[in-house]
T-cell receptor, first 116, second 111 residues
């Protein structure tokens, strides 16, 4: 158990809908990262927040947005869902802001999103 | 972004050492080398990271070539639980931590 929690575990929804995925980082961790893992694209970094501020951005679509709240939990909002958005979405956390010297990210169990 | 190249798959026998190679010929001077692994149906798990010197921890050892263009993750005694996909990653920037995961190496451990 990494200490990172994600809810829900599974989510099934229809195309065009909007969903919110939730992540609670490990106690004391200030950074939260979101990743998408699909069969054809592998594990892709989406976005990082550090202490409430956006820190790094990856291949995140405009239809997707995220935020980190004062209690440090984070939400990933996915809107206008398409079939291709079906994937595993992982949240990770780390103590610091990242940067090349800091190695450990702790990953949650993931949310499996199925868009029908 | 500096990229890494790993073999698609490797096999090992249980209780034997495993050497997982990674090539990163375009690594920059400030890039750290990170290794993560993903067990079936789980999120990735941190294994080890380093910059220039070899590193050891309870899980594995990381051997980094002198020119830093390649590295090797060493599992000293493979167990069945070590069967996973192993990812070698270089840090993409100095500000945040934008990991670029490649396809990794799928390690099978034979009993």
């Amino acid at each position: 158990d990494s200490g990172v929690t994600q809810t829900p575990k599974h989510l099934i929804t229809a195309t065009g809908q909007r969903v919110t995925l939730r992540c609670s980082p490990r106690s004391g961790d200030l950074s939260v990262y979101w990743y998408q893992q699909s069969l054809d694209q592998g594990l892709q970094f989406l976005i990082q927040y550090y202490n409430g501020e956006e820190r790094a951005k990856g291949n995140i679509l405009e239809r997707f947005s995220a935020q980190q709240f004062p209690d440090l939990h984070s939400e990933l909002n996915l809107s206008s869902l398409e079939l291709g958005d079906s994937a595993l979405y992982f949240c990770a956390s780390s103590v610091g802001p990242g940067g090349t010297g800091q190695g450990e990210q702790y990953f949650g169990p993931g949310t499996r999103l199925t868009v029908t | 972004d500096a990229k890494t190249t790993q073999p698609n798959s490797m096999e090992s026998n249980e209780e034997e050492p495993v050497h997982l190679p990674c090539n990163h010929s375009t690594i920059s001077g400030t890039d750290y080398i990170h290794w993560y692994r993903q067990l079936p149906s789980q999120g990735p798990e941190y294994v080890i990271h380093g910059l220039t010197s070899n590193v050891n921890n309870r899980m594995a050892s990381l051997a980094i070539a002198e020119d830093r263009k390649s590295s090797t993750l060493i599992l000293h005694r493979a167990t069945l639980r070590d069967a996973a996909v192993y990812y070698c990653i270089l840090s993409a920037d100095n500000y945040g931590q934008n990991f670029v995961f490649g396809p990794g190496t799928r390690l099978s451990v034979l009993p």
